[in-house]
């Protein structure tokens, strides 16, 4: 794990080596040939290069994933995407993981004197919360609960214990206006506070939690919580291109990430990323109809937003963006409901742009399947 950055100067255009991983697929599928696989590697690399940004894809096709990656996770050290020493941060793309817990324990607490659901008030874990008897499990997981309160991305320069973070996201929603609970405003504090109620329930940390009910479930090799990334292994640098190659570097700092448990703290690769995503419907951490349960909340407006994932086109395809402030990370994933085809897209060299960084995963999603997939 790197502690500080290497001073780095304006580079060429340099390439890394490429990776193809295999993984389980949903169904089985004809395997794609040598052929197939190298065009598909060729088409994403030119993608990703006329467009400036560098990082590292899984590509679904027909159920079978392929990882193709491009350019330098750390330029300084010459570790390129794909490198098996690099985990990337998974920003946002990691609430679809803490709702998933959070359907288990209403599973698992089903006809016990801790059962609760999706209609349950959070007053029952946080009474000091404002608007917490009217605020539901069902809210937090929509982004519909009313809290507007900012400022859970801005570094504060020490690192939080879980519960020392969730404290300090509860006494930012009691000094800050809330809006009306129903109404949708993306916000992390939500998931930070399902963070803490998955504690509460269980009685372990969300970070115990988070190993046995999601790693060790699927047997995830390069999935980790921050504090909990081998000493063998590295988070990336992002990069800012602004007409040369790997500008202002930056990189998710153990402060900012202590700051966001359950909902950007999580660090993985896109192969490990797409194994979580089958995982969800295919029993290892959810049922089918688990999954449908958290993607059709009572509470999910107009936006189509419920439980981590945007749900389009008639509940065939689902999808998630991601990045982390004052860094160049986007992180997207767009896959059709049965895990067949799509991509997830880790980029660490970008222009800060998401709807730029989701015009070149629509290229990429065209060339998989064309006519299937959303551009945004």
């Known amino acids: 794990m790197k502690h500080k950055l290497l001073t780095l100067a304006a580079a060429t255009l340099a390439l890394s080596s490429t990776a193809f991983s295999t993984a389980h697929p949903a169904h089985v599928a004809k395997a794609a040939t040598q052929a197939e696989k190298s065009e598909m590697r060729s088409f994403v690399r030119n993608t990703l290069q006329k467009n400036h940004v560098r990082g590292s894809v899984v590509v679904i096709k027909d159920g079978t994933p392929q990882q193709i990656s491009y350019g330098y ?3 300084g050290k010459k570790i390129g995407n794909g490198n098996s020493k690099v985990v990337y941060p998974t920003a946002s793309l990691q609430k679809v993981v803490t709702g998933a817990m959070i359907v ?23 009474p000091n919360v404002e608007n917490a008897d009217k605020i539901s499990i069902g809210n937090l997981l929509t982004h519909t609960s009313g809290i507007h309160a900012t400022g859970t991305e801005v570094n504060r320069g020490r690192n939080y214990s879980e519960d020392k973070a969730i404290q300090w996201v509860i006494n930012n929603i009691n000094s800050t206006p809330e809006g009306k609970v129903g109404s949708y405003f993306y916000n992390n504090s939500n998931y930070i506070l399902l963070a803490g109620i998955i504690s509460k329930i269980t009685g372990k940390s969300y970070e115990e939690n988070f190993q046995e009910r999601i790693v060790d ?38 402060s900012l990430a202590s700051q966001l448990p359950g909902a950007g703290n999580m660090f993985s690769t896109p192969m490990d990323y797409y194994r979580i995503q089958v995982g969800l419907t295919n029993g290892s951490i959810l049922s089918k109809a688990d999954f ?4 059709h909340l009572k509470t999910r407006n107009e936006k189509d937003y ?31 409901t049965d895990n067949q085809n799509g991509l997830v897209m880790f980029l660490n060299q970008t222009t800060d742009s998401e709807k730029a960084n989701k015009v070149v995963g629509y290229e990429i999603l065209n060339h998989i399947k064309p006519d299937t997939f959303s551009s945004n």
């Not at 439980?307 to 990370?329: E, I, S």
Request: aromatic share 20%.
């Open 73 to 75: 996770a750390w330029y």
């Open 104 to 126: 288990q324990l209403i599973n698992e607490t089903a006809n016990t004197d801790q059962e609760f659901s999706q209609y349950t008030k959070i007053s029952r874990w946080y």
């Open 306 to 336: 419920s439980g981590g994932v945007y749900l389009k086109n008639n509940d065939n395809l689902k999808m998630a963006y991601g990045n982390l402030a004052g860094t160049h990370f986007g992180n997207w994933f767009q896959m059709t």
């Open 217 to 254: 479930r699927l047997n995830l090799k390069s999935t980790f919580l921050y504090q909990d990334i081998p000493s063998s292994l590295t988070d990336p640098i992002s990069y800012y291109w602004n007409g040369k190659n790997y500008q202002d570097p930056s990189y998710v700092k153990r």
């Open 292 to 295: 449908n349960y958290l993607t």
